[in-house]
């Protein structure tokens, strides 16, 4: 079982970042009609985005492997706090509408 954590582990970080990227990339795009049906389906789009995060952050916590450097640990706490940001900066988008 902690051979399968490991190749989890390995990826998660990976799939982390790629999902914070392509959120934030889309995010930014905005909806592309100032129509309300776009709107809307923009907005769900990046709730589902971020629940996808969501979830990837709970797997990684779950599949963490205890390191000896602290590099990995760096690195995940870094992404970590990458995807808070993401999160609050989308919170903060949505009081404003």
């Given at each position: 079982m902690s051979r399968l954590k490991g190749l989890v582990s390995a990826e998660i970080d990976r799939a982390i970042e790629r999902v914070v990227s392509s959120y934030r990339?889309?995010?930014?795009s905005g909806p592309t009609v100032a129509d309300a049906k776009e709107f809307a389906a923009?907005?769900?789009a990046c709730k589902a985005a971020?629940?996808?995060l969501?979830?990837?952050l709970k797997i990684a916590r779950i599949t963490e492997v205890p390191?000896?450097?602290g590099q990995a640990d760096d690195e995940r706490l870094a992404l970590v706090a990458e995807a808070r940001a993401a999160l609050c900066s989308d919170d903060a988008g949505e009081d404003e509408a």
């Open positions: 990339a889309f995010a930014a923009h907005h769900a971020l629940a996808h969501d979830l990837l390191t000896t450097e």
